[in-house]
């Protein structure tokens, strides 16, 4: 069965700082990827997804996420961040021995002081 | 846009009590889940289902049950409540197929048992 690692369960930054957040799987076939973020109070939400083509996809409010096969990563990154991106994010991964269930990472807290 | 939606969004409940958690969707997804999510520990499935009266087990089935009676409607039951199953309780949906498919949740329930 695959597994999802989330390196760091809690990051603190300052508002305008750049964010990455990492990812790694681990499956040697075709996978989908996904991020997930949970606002407080809020349900879990899609924030970007991989299925094929170009690695670097892009998501809602500018992240954007690397796909890079050779080290099984999916690492979240931001340019700048701001006060609202303070939530939890989630790494998944959907793959074709899981039947349609994604398997998820322990979670990132990120917390962005203003 | 999908709709998750949880009955219930704080319960407590006595140790011991038989406890029903209910979701609903309204996109008429084939793949139905549950999950159970604590601090540090991520997003844990505890059954899915990928269609009427049908379901499998997740990562920890245990002390639970589900009903899918109706294809929009999926219901967890704790048998006998006990303070471990004290948690946050998500669902969640999605379309057929094994890979391409983002789950949609609900905004989750939040069980305390005492």
């Known amino acids: 069965a695959q597994s999802v690692s989330q390196h760091n369960h809690h990051v603190i930054l300052s508002e305008a700082a750049s964010l990455e957040l990492g990812c790694n799987y681990s499956y040697g076939g075709t996978v989908n990827l996904f991020w997930y973020v949970q606002y407080p109070g809020q349900h879990l939400q899609l924030l970007l997804k991989y299925f094929s083509g170009d690695p670097l996809v892009k998501g809602i409010k500018g992240f954007e996420a690397e796909f890079i096969k050779s080290k099984f990563s999916f690492n979240l990154r931001k340019p700048s961040v701001q006060w609202s991106d303070t939530a939890e994010y989630f790494c998944?991964?959907?793959?074709?021995?899981?039947?349609?269930?994604?398997?998820f990472g322990d979670g990132t807290t990120l917390t962005v002081k203003p | 846009d999908v709709k998750v939606t949880q009955s219930s969004r704080y319960l407590v409940k006595r140790t011991g009590e038989k406890v029903f958690l209910e979701c609903v969707q309204d996109?008429?997804?084939?793949?139905m889940f549950w999950y159970r999510q604590d601090p540090g520990l991520g997003l844990r499935l505890i059954y899915f289902s990928y269609d009427v009266k049908m379901k499998e087990k997740g990562d920890i089935p245990e002390g639970y049950s589900v009903s899918r009676e109706k294809k929009e409607r999926f219901s967890l039951i704790l048998e006998s409540a006990s303070t471990n199953q004290t948690s946050m309780y998500l669902c969640?949906?999605?379309?057929?197929?094994?890979?391409?498919?983002?789950?949609?949740f609900g905004q989750g329930t939040r069980l305390t048992v005492v």
């Open positions: 998944a991964v959907n793959a074709p021995t899981n039947a349609g269930k994604s398997t």
């Open positions: 996109m008429d997804h084939e793949n």
């Open positions: 969640a949906s999605s379309s057929p197929g094994t890979m391409n498919t983002e789950a949609f």
